[in-house]
C-alpha cells in the first residue's frame, strides 16, 4: 500500500517512475525503538514505512502530451508490454498506424510494474523472468498467452485475492488498465482481505 500510494502521488505530481522493482523499494524507519523495529508486537502498526527510491529512469511532465516517452526505460523483466515493444511505436511507415493516437509509454507502465513487484516482493522472484527472452516476450505481448500461470498462482499460495489484485493490474493494453486511483483503492482492499483470511502466511500483509 506504501508503494502503491507513492506512485498515486508521484502521478498526480506528474513524474513517472518506469521501475518499481524491489531493488528500489527501501524501508524507512519510523519513530520507533530497536525492539519495536526488530520485534514488532503482532497488532501493533509497523515500525516502518515503504519508500522509492531510484529515479533514475523517471520522467517529469506537465501535460498529458509531455507523459509518453519514446525511449525504452526500466529493468527487462518489469516492463509493460507496449515498453517491450516501443521500438515498433511512432514508425508512420506500418500500415497500422494512427496519427491520432498518442504513441509512446506513459504512466500506465507503472500500474503493470506494481504488480510484477507485488508478486517478486512476496516470492523473491520476478513474475516474468525467462532464460529465453523471445519465449519471455511472447508471453508478456501476446494475447492469449497466459499472463499468471499455474505454477505462479502456486508460489502465491493459490490465493484468490492476491491472484484477482495481479490480474486486475496486468492486463496487456494500457488503455484499458485501471488507474492508480482505482488500483490504490484495491490495495486497501487486498491488505484488508489478506488479514480476514485464515491461511498462514510467512509475510506480514500490511
Given at each position: 500500500v506504501d508503494v502503491a500510494a507513492a506512485v498515486y502521488v508521484m502521478h498526480r505530481g506528474g513524474v513517472?517512475?518506469?521501475?518499481?522493482?524491489?531493488?528500489?523499494?527501501?524501508?524507512a524507519r519510523r519513530d520507533s525503538s530497536d525492539e519495536e523495529l526488530f520485534s514488532p508486537a503482532p497488532d501493533a502498526p509497523l515500525p516502518f514505512q515503504a519508500v522509492l527510491g531510484d529515479f533514475g529512469e523517471s520522467t517529469v511532465w506537465a501535460?498529458?502530451?509531455e507523459a509518453y516517452t519514446l525511449r525504452n526505460r526500466g529493468t527487462e523483466f518489469i516492463k509493460?508490454?507496449?515498453?517491450?515493444?516501443?521500438?515498433?511505436?511512432?514508425?508512420?511507415?506500418?500500415?497500422?498506424?494512427?496519427r491520432r493516437r498518442q504513441e509512446g509509454v506513459g504512466c500506465e507502465a507503472d500500474v503493470w510494474s506494481?504488480?510484477?513487484?507485488?508478486?517478486?516482493?512476496?516470492?523473491?522472484?520476478?513474475?516474468?523472468?525467462?532464460?529465453?527472452?523471445?519465449r519471455f516476450f511472447i508471453?508478456?505481448?501476446?494475447?492469449?498467452?497466459?499472463?499468471?500461470?499455474?505454477?505462479?498462482?502456486?508460489?502465491?499460495g493459490n490465493n484468490a485475492a492476491l491472484a484477482s489484485f495481479l490480474e486486475?493490474?496486468?492486463v496487456r493494453d494500457?488503455?484499458?488498465?485501471?488507474?492508480?486511483?482505482?488500483?490504490?483503492?484495491?490495495?486497501h482492499d487486498l491488505v484488508e482481505q489478506l488479514e480476514n483470511n485464515e491461511q498462514v502466511w510467512d509475510f506480514d500483509v500490511r
Open positions: 513517472t517512475h518506469f521501475d518499481l522493482k524491489a531493488d528500489n523499494v527501501m524501508l501535460s498529458e502530451d509493460a508490454p507496449e515498453m517491450l515493444t516501443i521500438a515498433f511505436a511512432g514508425r508512420k511507415k506500418q500500415d497500422s498506424y494512427d506494481l504488480g510484477c513487484l507485488l508478486f517478486e516482493i512476496i516470492t523473491g522472484e520476478y513474475l516474468f523472468y525467462d532464460d529465453d527472452w523471445i508471453r508478456v505481448t501476446s494475447e492469449g498467452q497466459e499472463l499468471l500461470a499455474p505454477e505462479k498462482r502456486a508460489q502465491i486486475l493490474v496486468l494500457p488503455r484499458k488498465r485501471p488507474t492508480i486511483e482505482f488500483v490504490l483503492s484495491a490495495a
